[in-house]
């Protein structure tokens, strides 16, 4: 729920120890027996609590006196900035002065003189401005000067009137056993002249017996309000109003640290111990944070950005940075903006292996102290500090410290600000519409004890179009946050559905889906230090597969290159480095083979969009005589023929220096289709497949017309064959 920056109404809300001084203000009032009416002043700066030590100075009072005691205070609260004109402001005063003295539950002098007020009001209705000195008689004098035509509507009244109707007032005022206690606060709040005429409303017009004035507001302003509107010494005026000062003890620093704490502590307690790092909180408190909050206002105004943001995005983001960042928001908006609008500055790591690094370097800091030179509330040296445990990225420009890929890794999985992936969430507060929340990846992560389970949330994943997201940020947590029990069934559902996932155009710098499939399954199998673990998860996940071919062939290949039986270096890596032995990968690449003779046999194979992958390790680890006797029963008719070609397809990318865009080459390797079938053997097929009417029929978007094309034109030798 949100809190206004609202006054507390009650000692029971007291949170910064200030009810004894509250009840010290009570008692004074209380204690003043005298019938002369007095003024007292409550001095405190703007949002220093003067409204909540009033509050708790009238529940003091209430609190002494039942509810049946003829002698308790009559207590009246004015709020002058609620009148839009200044003669509104005088007879309004008394005109509500009137109402609460006339009710009957107050004793019989009180309510006569209730009655007179509503007369005595009627004398200051066209008045619309105190003059600046002068006794009563003199004022009103001025007053009929100042009036003109509008004293006509006074009828009868006149100077003696107002004098005697005065003099009736102090009589019946000063007879009534009840204090009338009249509470102002907020006077600094008015404008400088609007402060003057309360002030000389209660010392000329509203002196009646048996009254106390209790006055809030800030000393300096109201102080240097009367220097500009009043001749003389504004200090010196105040102090001939105000009779009895009370100065609001000011909130220690350590008091505003404290109440933040508190606060903080309540709205975070929902937060799971895994998302927050307490020494990182530490860093971000004392580096930069608590500097931000000087005041109990600070304290509030931060807390309700807190409460309408925070919950929107909790499960999303690091907590301790979106706290850090609701600062900047709060205090220095300005510098706020420039962090949100200048994402690549402030993300990531700084890459020096691009360009000229120094140059880069340069240009980025004068970005960053432009941005940070916006703001000159706090000092620069621990702003500074306080930006660079949020931002790392300000260690590089500013210095030389350099972060890795692992960085943005762990940046990313605990939703740190300074993750590219994760930056705009804290400034948009919402998860972008194709990004799977942090929400959705610990709910299904959760569901990783269960293999069905699992399965099906990564096939809806899938369906819509987030899987290749979930997958990446995957890595993020393959190094730890994964319980052990659970590893075994995450590669059994990828090694499973891996097949059906979307592939990626993979650029120069991107990763594919196979490729991001066998990150996974190495860092997820290397949790393990034991081989034999190792060889069982891979084995159960192969035999449990059924939707998937590609997946297996290619994590089993994988594992072969790191015996040195593939490659450019046929060189083993070192032991540590291998997945599992010689022996236990022996076995794999049976099981594999086994599943792909399976996938032959059902004609599901030569549908495969891996195939010619496939059919390659297929060759390695069975026998070749079932390969090329699968080969020849594919092609036996044309739609056969034209399917296996195509499944050699592929396509490079190429940019000349005078290119405005990149062009699209279309290769068939003929010598890998050599590798199954004679290619005499299939070449005049092909072109008689291209004469004929079911190549024109075709759809020029089909890949299929585009292979039969492309590898006649390599065979005219009109496409250049490399491989």
């Not at 002249?193 to 309360?198: G, M």
């Not at 690449?589 to 003779?597: G, M, P, S, T």
């Amino acid at each position: 729920m949100f809190k206004p920056d609202q006054p507390i109404q009650s000692s029971k809300e007291d949170i910064l120890g200030r009810k004894s001084f509250a009840q010290s203000l009570g008692r004074a009032i209380l204690n003043y027996k005298e019938k002369d009416s007095i003024v007292i002043g409550l001095f405190g700066a703007w949002g220093s609590g003067k409204t909540s030590i009033i509050n708790m100075a009238l529940e003091y009072i209430d609190s002494v006196y039942n509810k049946t005691d003829e002698t308790r205070p009559i207590i009246m609260k004015f709020n002058p900035w609620n009148y839009s004109d200044q003669n509104q402001l005088i007879t309004q005063f008394f005109k509500q002065l009137s109402v609460i003295l006339k009710r009957t539950d107050y004793a019989s002098n009180a309510t006569k003189a209730g009655e007179k007020l509503e007369t005595y009001a009627k004398f200051f209705e066209p008045l619309t401005l105190i003059p600046k000195v002068g006794t009563i008689s003199t004022i009103v004098s001025k007053l009929l000067r100042y009036a003109g035509s509008a004293t006509k509507s006074w009828g009868n009244l006149r100077l003696n009137d107002l004098n005697s109707i005065r003099d009736e007032l102090n009589n019946l005022l000063s007879k009534q056993p009840n204090k009338i206690l009249v509470v102002i606060d907020d006077i600094d709040r008015l404008n400088n002249t609007e402060i003057r005429q309360v002030f000389q409303l209660v010392k000329l017009l509203g002196d009646f017996p048996n009254t106390i004035y209790l006055l809030a507001f800030d000393k300096n302003v109201v102080v240097k309000a009367l220097e500009k509107v009043q001749e003389g010494s504004g200090l010196d005026y105040l102090e001939k109003v105000v009779q009895i000062p009370f100065d609001i003890p000011l909130i220690s620093k350590q008091e505003v640290d404290q109440l933040l704490l508190n606060q903080l502590d309540e709205l975070v307690k929902d937060i799971r111990e895994e998302k927050w790092d307490q020494t990182y909180w530490g860093n971000i408190y004392h580096s930069g944070l608590r500097h931000f909050f000087e005041s109990i206002r600070d304290v509030k105004r931060y807390i309700n950005s807190l409460k309408f943001s925070f919950g929107l995005v909790k499960e999303e983001v690091n907590p301790i940075d979106f706290l850090a960042i609701t600062a900047i928001q709060v205090f220095i908006p300005e510098i706020y903006y420039g962090i949100r609008d200048n994402k690549d500055i402030f993300t990531g790591g700084f890459d020096s292996a691009y360009g000229n690094s120094n140059a880069v370097k340069e240009q980025a800091k004068k970005r960053c102290d432009e941005i940070l030179g916006r703001g000159n509330k706090y000092s620069q040296e621990i702003f500074m500090d306080f930006l660079k445990r949020l931002f790392p990225k300000l260690e590089s420009i500013y210095g030389n410290t350099s972060y890795g890929y692992d960085w943005l890794s762990n940046w990313r999985r605990d939703g740190r600000v300074c993750s590219p992936d994760i930056f705009d969430i804290f400034f948009r507060l919402s998860v972008p519409k194709d990004e799977i929340s942090q929400k959705e990846i610990d709910t299904i992560l959760s569901l990783a004890s269960n293999s069905d389970a699992f399965a099906e949330a990564l096939l809806k994943l899938n369906e819509d179009g987030k899987i290749i997201r979930f997958l990446e940020r995957l890595e993020d947590y393959t190094r730890k946050n994964i319980p052990e029990q659970n590893i075994e069934h995450i590669v059994e559902v990828l090694m499973d559905i891996g097949d059906l996932f979307p592939e990626v155009d993979a650029g120069f710098f991107c990763i594919n889906t196979p490729m991001r499939i066998l990150r996974l399954f190495y860092q997820l199998s290397h949790c393990f230090d034991n081989k034999e673990k190792r060889f069982y998860i891979f084995k159960n996940a192969i035999e449990k597969a059924g939707r998937s071919l590609y997946t297996i062939t290619n994590e089993i290949a994988v594992q072969g290159q790191q015996h040195g039986k593939y490659g450019s270096e046929k060189k083993s890596k070192p032991e540590e480095e291998l997945t599992v032995n010689a022996t236990q990968l022996e076995e794999l690449e049976k099981l594999a083979c086994n599943k792909i003779e399976i996938w032959a046999k059902d004609s599901r194979l030569s549908k495969h969009r891996y195939l010619v992958s496939i059919m390659f390790d297929w060759k390695r680890w069975g026998r070749q005589e079932q390969v090329i006797e699968f080969v020849n029963h594919m092609i036996e008719n044309d739609d056969g023929l034209i399917d296996f070609i195509t499944s050699f397809l592929s396509k490079s990318k190429s940019h000349g220096m005078s290119d405005y865009v990149i062009k699209i080459n279309w290769r068939i390797p003929l010598k890998s289709i050599e590798e199954f079938v004679s290619l005499k053997q299939i070449e005049s097929r092909i072109r008689n497949i291209f004469s004929s009417p079911k190549f024109e029929q075709m759809d020029d978007k089909d890949k299929r017309k585009l292979a039969i094309k492309t590898f006649l034109d390599t065979i005219d030798g009109k496409i250049e064959s490399n491989f």
